[in-house]
Nanobody
């Protein structure tokens, strides 16, 4: 089992920045990748960024050049640095850890970007 706790959400003006954190605990050795997803009201949950255990990363086209995913293995934490935020980035942001056997979701953190 893996437990995930997100933090760092909040209200920011357009053009501002936030850094989200996803702290993992439990069987963290089994994690193959951690991704950040978001879900806006009335929309499907979508992948924002993902980092594998080997360090490879990928991003949604909508956030390339603005968001950066990184990890601190010593702290079992994955970060999402979000710069140049836009109102359309407003959503609940979730992290998801994937192992061979299962996927685990955090509870989400709200990000609101005002125009």
């Amino acid at each position: 089992q893996v437990q995930l706790v997100e933090s760092g959400g909040g209200l920011v003006q357009a053009g501002g920045s936030l850094r989200l954190s996803c702290a993992a605990s439990g069987s963290t050795f089994s994690i193959n990748a951690i991704g950040w997803y978001r879900q806006a009201p009335g929309k499907q949950r979508e992948l924002v960024a993902r980092i594998s255990s080997g360090g490879s990363v990928n991003y949604a086209d909508s956030v390339k050049g603005r968001f950066t995913i990184s990890r601190d293995n010593a702290k079992n934490t994955v970060y999402l640095q979000m710069n140049s935020l836009k109102p359309q980035d407003t959503a609940v942001y979730y992290c998801k850890a994937v192992s061979v056997a299962a996927g685990y979701w955090g509870q989400g953190t709200q990000v609101n970007v005002s125009s």
